[in-house]
């Protein structure tokens, strides 16, 4: 199947400081991309819709200018969370899809914010 | 927007018998339905899927089964074993994979000796 990498994998940082996460398609382009958050022992709550070349669409609720989404390529999707917070840790996984076909996920990215 | 709610929470069985978690979803125009594993810490695994024009599908031991009328849906596994132990969540999206997918709230499936 196809293949999607987030990194990095884990990532600790302080309080009011910025974390980028990247998530790419590395066999295939991908004009869409999903962002989900998932807090522990609950469900995936999707955050946010990547575009490529446009805006990203964020799901009620979702500070758009805490969560920057930048979706500069094909095959690239980034997902800064801005001035985080200890309330901001938690798995962050995003998604992609071949031809509309099922969905394929990074392997997540533990924020822990200090 | 589209609500999945999934039950039960948490399902205890032995080794060797059957599991079913169900889910309802509110949205009639959603027509994909996947199932997906996890693991503590891991990527949600598709395991099996269904599309809104399709009642039944099973794959060895993982079957699911649709109703569009009473809109919910149900996964099956039988012959349990350890293995199966994890998180199994549903999704409903409209338009397929590459849409975005609401998720129920997950099932802790314990398979026990």
């Known amino acids: 199947g196809a293949v999607v990498s987030q990194h990095p994998s884990r990532v600790i940082c302080k309080s009011g400081t910025s974390v980028k996460i990247e998530c790419r398609s590395l066999?295939?382009?991908?004009?869409?991309m999903f962002w989900y958050r998932q807090f522990p022992k609950q469900s995936l709550m999707l955050m946010a819709t990547?575009?490529?070349?446009?805006?990203?669409?964020?799901e009620q609720g979702v500070e758009k200018d805490k969560f920057l989404i930048n979706h500069a390529s094909l095959t690239l999707s980034t997902l800064t969370v801005t001035s985080a917070h200890p309330e901001d840790s938690s798995f962050y996984i995003c998604s992609a899809s071949v031809r509309n076909t099922e969905a394929f996920f990074g392997q997540g990215t533990r924020l822990t914010v200090v | 927007g589209e609500n999945v709610e999934q039950h039960p929470s948490t399902l205890s069985v032995q080794e060797g018998d059957s599991a079913v978690i169900k889910c309802t979803y509110s949205?009639?125009?959603?027509?994909?339905f996947p199932w997906y594993k996890q693991e503590l810490g891991k990527r949600p695994q598709l395991i099996i899927d269904?599309?809104?024009?399709?009642g039944e599908k099973k794959d060895q031991r993982i079957a699911v089964t649709l109703n569009k009328t009473a809109k919910h849906f149900s996964l099956h596994i039988t012959e349990t074993q350890p293995e199966d132990s994890a998180v199994y969540f549903c999704?409903?999206?409209?338009?397929?994979?590459?849409?975005?997918?609401?998720f129920g709230t997950g099932t802790q499936l314990k398979v026990e000796l």
């Open positions: 949205d009639s125009a959603s027509n994909y």
């Open positions: 999704a409903a999206s409209r338009g397929g994979g590459g849409n975005k997918l609401t």
């Open positions: 066999d295939f382009q991908a004009t869409t």
């Open positions: 990547s575009n490529e070349g446009s805006k990203a669409t964020y």
């Open positions: 269904i599309r809104s024009n399709v």
